[in-house]
C-alpha cells in the first residue's frame, strides 16, 4: 500500500484509533479488537513498550489494516518506525524534519499543532493532515471549525477530547478525520479483557463519522454517501 492508498484510507475511514496502553501484549489485543469493529487506521504511540516491535507484529497479524506510529519526535525514531512497517507517522507538535523525512520517504505524516500559523506552517512544510490538538480543551468543534473555514484547503484531523457527544460534531465542524484514545480503547476494557466492548465502540465511531458526513451531504442537498 503506498503514500496515496494510505491517504485515502484515512479520507474514507474518519477513524484513527490510538492505541496508548501499558504493554505490547495491550496493544495487540486492543488492535485486534478495534479491527474486528471496523475500524482499520491503527496508532501506535512510541510510549507503548516495543512499539516498533508491536508495529512490526501488526503488520503480520493484520495485514488489511493501516498501522503506523504516534508520538514520533526525531528522525532517528522515525527511521525505526519505518523499518518496523509504519505507514503513517504522527507527532503531538510540529518538526520540520519529521515532515521532510517522510516526504522524502513517500510516507505520509501529520504533526500536532494548534494555533493557525501553526497549521499553515505544517501544511507548507508538505504535511499530508495537520492535526490539531489538544482539540476539546482550546475550544472543541467551534475551535476546529473556525481553522477549517480560515484554511478550507488543509485536511484537519481532531485529536484530543473527541468523545461518543462530539465525534459528529467534528465532523461537521470539517475534520477530515478523528484520533481517538481511551474513548475508543477505554483502560478497563483493555484490563477486563472486553472484546466486545472495543469492537461495539469502534462501530459506534464509524457511526458517527457517517452522520456527520451525512448531514453535511444533507446541507448541500445531496444524498448521503454510504462509504463500506
Request: charged letters at 20%; proline letters at 5%; hydrophobic letters at 50%.
Given at each position: 500500500?503506498?503514500?496515496?492508498?494510505?491517504?485515502?484510507?484515512?479520507?474514507?475511514?474518519?477513524?484513527?484509533?490510538?492505541?496508548?496502553?501499558?504493554?505490547?501484549?495491550?496493544?495487540?489485543?486492543?488492535?485486534?479488537?478495534?479491527?474486528?469493529?471496523?475500524?482499520?487506521?491503527?496508532?501506535?504511540?512510541?510510549?507503548?513498550?516495543?512499539?516498533?516491535?508491536?508495529?512490526?507484529?501488526?503488520?503480520?497479524?493484520?495485514?488489511?489494516?493501516?498501522?503506523?506510529?504516534?508520538?514520533?519526535?526525531?528522525?532517528?525514531?522515525?527511521?525505526?518506525?519505518?523499518?518496523?512497517?509504519?505507514?503513517?507517522?504522527?507527532?503531538?507538535?510540529?518538526?520540520?524534519?519529521?515532515?521532510?523525512?517522510?516526504?522524502?520517504?513517500?510516507?505520509?505524516?501529520?504533526?500536532?499543532?494548534?494555533?493557525?500559523?501553526?497549521?499553515?506552517?505544517?501544511?507548507?512544510?508538505?504535511?499530508?493532515?495537520?492535526?490539531?490538538?489538544?482539540?476539546?480543551?482550546?475550544?472543541?468543534?467551534?475551535?476546529?471549525?473556525?481553522?477549517?473555514?480560515?484554511?478550507?484547503?488543509?485536511?484537519?484531523?481532531?485529536?484530543?477530547?473527541?468523545?461518543?457527544?462530539?465525534?459528529?460534531?467534528?465532523?461537521v465542524a470539517g475534520a477530515a478525520a478523528l484520533g481517538i484514545g481511551r474513548?475508543?480503547?477505554?483502560?478497563?476494557?483493555?484490563?477486563l479483557r472486553q472484546h466486545h466492548r472495543i469492537a461495539e465502540l469502534a462501530?459506534r465511531f464509524l457511526g458517527f463519522v457517517q452522520a456527520g458526513r451525512n448531514?453535511?451531504?444533507?446541507?448541500?442537498?445531496?444524498?448521503?454517501?454510504?462509504?463500506?
Amino acid at each position: 500500500m503506498d503514500k496515496h492508498d494510505v491517504r485515502r484510507r484515512f479520507e474514507t475511514s474518519g477513524i484513527i484509533a490510538a492505541i496508548r496502553v501499558d504493554s505490547a501484549e495491550d496493544a495487540l489485543f486492543a488492535a485486534e479488537a478495534v479491527t474486528s469493529g471496523g475500524v482499520s487506521i491503527i496508532e501506535i504511540p512510541l510510549t507503548v513498550p516495543e512499539a516498533a516491535q508491536v508495529i512490526a507484529a501488526l503488520g503480520r497479524t493484520l495485514p488489511h489494516a493501516v498501522v503506523g506510529a504516534g508520538g514520533v519526535g526525531t528522525v532517528s525514531a522515525a527511521k525505526q518506525c519505518l523499518d518496523a512497517g509504519a505507514q503513517f507517522l504522527t507527532s503531538d507538535g510540529f518538526q520540520a524534519a519529521l515532515v521532510e523525512f517522510a516526504a522524502q520517504h513517500e510516507i505520509l505524516a501529520y504533526p500536532g499543532a494548534l494555533t493557525p500559523t501553526e497549521v499553515i506552517t505544517a501544511w507548507e512544510a508538505r504535511a499530508d493532515f495537520v492535526k490539531v490538538v489538544p482539540c476539546v480543551q482550546i475550544g472543541g468543534e467551534a475551535y476546529l471549525g473556525s481553522l477549517h473555514r480560515m484554511f478550507p484547503q488543509i485536511p484537519l484531523i481532531a485529536s484530543g477530547g473527541v468523545n461518543q457527544v462530539n465525534a459528529a460534531n467534528f465532523i461537521v465542524a470539517g475534520a477530515a478525520a478523528l484520533g481517538i484514545g481511551r474513548e475508543l480503547v477505554p483502560p478497563d476494557a483493555i484490563r477486563l479483557r472486553q472484546h466486545h466492548r472495543i469492537a461495539e465502540l469502534a462501530r459506534r465511531f464509524l457511526g458517527f463519522v457517517q452522520a456527520g458526513r451525512n448531514h453535511l451531504e444533507a446541507r448541500r442537498g445531496r444524498p448521503p454517501v454510504i462509504h463500506e
